[in-house]
T-cell receptor
Framework: KQEVTQIPAALSVPEGENLVLNCSFT??????LQWFRQDPGKGLTSLLL?????REQTSGRLNASLDKSSGRSTLYIAASQPGDSATYLC???????????FGQGTRLTINP | DVKVTQSSRYLVKRTGEKVFLECVQD?????MFWYRQDPGLGLRLIYF???????EKGDIPEGYSVSREKKERFSLILESASTNQTSMYLC???????????????FGPGTRLTVT
């Protein structure tokens, strides 16, 4: 059974820092991995989708990498801003499945 | 832009009531999903549908049913609401994945359901 872990559960950094969020998964037989952002009391916003054949994806200040063989993904946020404060979730889609398996998320706070 | 809408942001119901949560997507997606999100438990899949009138149970289907009569609309039904169904309910949709290629899931804003 696929399990997805995100460490740390919470992270607080000063504005302007570059930071890395981690995601690990137990079964490397995945089709893709998706990173989401969730603001308090709101739905999920898709940030990046990495296919299993890709190593990384970039969108603006965000860069996500995937190492399928080691079961790890990272989300790199450059030049963090207070508006980046949110919970970040990663989710994987296993081979032959349509559903996503989610991690518990990392709650990120950027201090002005 | 993909738009997934949910009928209510907040809902308060009494124990034993029948509750309908509605979800509509406007991008002709084949797949639609219902999740619930609880502190400490994360997001868990209740049901998903891969076509009109087609459905599959997720990880926690007990106490719920679903209906998909039209491609754009997916309803979650709590036949007899109980207090342990108080939660945030999130609907999502995606194109159907072909082979090893997967598409993004897009989420609605969520419905915060309280059962008293």
């Amino acid at each position: 059974k696929q399990e997805v872990t995100q460490i740390p559960a919470a992270l607080s950094v000063p504005e302007g820092e570059n930071l890395v969020l981690n995601c690990s998964f137990t079964d490397s037989a995945i089709y893709n991995l998706q990173w989401f952002r969730q603001d308090p009391g709101k739905g999920l916003t898709s940030l990046l989708l990495i296919q299993s054949s890709q190593r990384e994806q970039t969108s603006g200040r965000l860069n996500a990498s995937l190492d399928k063989s080691s079961g790890r993904s990272t989300l790199y946020i450059a030049a963090s801003q207070p508006g980046d404060s949110a919970t970040y979730l990663c989710a994987v889609r296993g081979q032959g499945a349509q559903k996503l398996v989610f991690g518990q998320g990392t709650r990120l706070t950027i201090n002005p | 832009d993909v738009k997934v809408t949910q009928s209510s942001r907040y809902l308060v119901k009494r124990t034993g009531e029948k509750v309908f949560l509605e979800c509509v997507q406007d991008m002709d997606h084949e797949n639609m999903f219902w999740y619930r999100q609880d502190p400490g438990l994360g997001l868990r899949l209740i049901y998903f549908s891969y076509d009109v009138k087609m459905k599959e149970k997720g990880d926690i289907p007990e106490g719920y049913s679903v209906s998909r009569e039209k491609k754009e609309r997916f309803s979650l039904i709590l036949e007899s609401a109980s207090t342990n169904q108080t939660s945030m309910y999130l609907c999502a949709s995606s194109l159907s994945s072909g082979g090893s290629y997967g598409y993004e899931q897009y989420f609605g804003p969520g419905t915060r359901l309280t059962v008293t």
